[in-house]
């Protein structure tokens, strides 16, 4: 299970102070992964809290995530920081997202690529802190022990499989919801 929830309304506040206790000695800097929807939505931003040194970067979330993606993201993290300097993954959006923050850390945590991972129970240690903020409902990335990504060169869709894929924290704003566009909040 998630061990620590925050919920309600205007709860998304919270995360500048859950992220700064994060902070320990060189362990300063913290990644966010957000749902590219959000690039256009600055205000969602500058409630995150970022710091000049922290990461962000919006996720592509028109097509699944492949193990090559994350690769991707995971080798330009560890190419700029030493990954012992991150302190934790935030993902904001939805399942996509949400996958692709929980592959990250695991990445993080284990070394290697994505697709050394997927399977059941192959992660050896735990990622960095996780803190998931779902902005859709019904997706269930939030709250489950995998990360769903599929494999291009062998056509698999499969996840990584571990308790160490459960998110740290989750933060439940309702307020998020809201710039849903209606089509999509209908069917979520």
């Known amino acids: 299970n998630v061990g620590h929830y925050t ?40 409630q995150l809290g970022a710091e000049s040194q922290d990461r962000l970067i919006h996720v592509v979330t028109d097509t ?13 993290l560890i ?13 904001i959006g939805g399942g996509i997202t949400l996958d692709t923050a929980k592959a990250i850390s695991n ?21 960095i802190y996780k803190i998931g903020i779902p902005t859709l409902s019904g997706t269930g990335a939030e709250a489950t022990r995998t990360c769903v990504m599929t494999n291009p060169n062998t056509g698999a869709k499969m996840g990584m499989n571990s308790d160490y894929s459960i998110y740290d924290q989750l933060i439940l704003d309702p307020n998020l919801t809201l710039s849903v566009p209606r089509e999509q909040y209908f069917y979520t």
């Open 107 to 127: 990445l993080l945590g284990n070394g290697g690529r994505a697709s050394d991972y997927q399977g059941w129970d192959l992660l050896e240690m735990p990622g």
């Open 64 to 76: 699944e995530p492949t193990t090559n993606y994350i690769d991707g993201i995971y080798n330009e």
């Open 7 to 46: 919920f309600g309304e205007g709860s998304l506040s919270v995360l500048p102070s859950v992220v700064q206790k994060k902070r320990l000695g060189p362990a300063q800097h913290v990644i966010y992964l957000v749902d590219e929807y959000f690039r256009e939505n600055g205000s969602i931003v500058d």
């Open 79 to 91: 190419n700029e920081i030493d990954p012992a300097k991150y302190s934790a993954v935030v993902g």
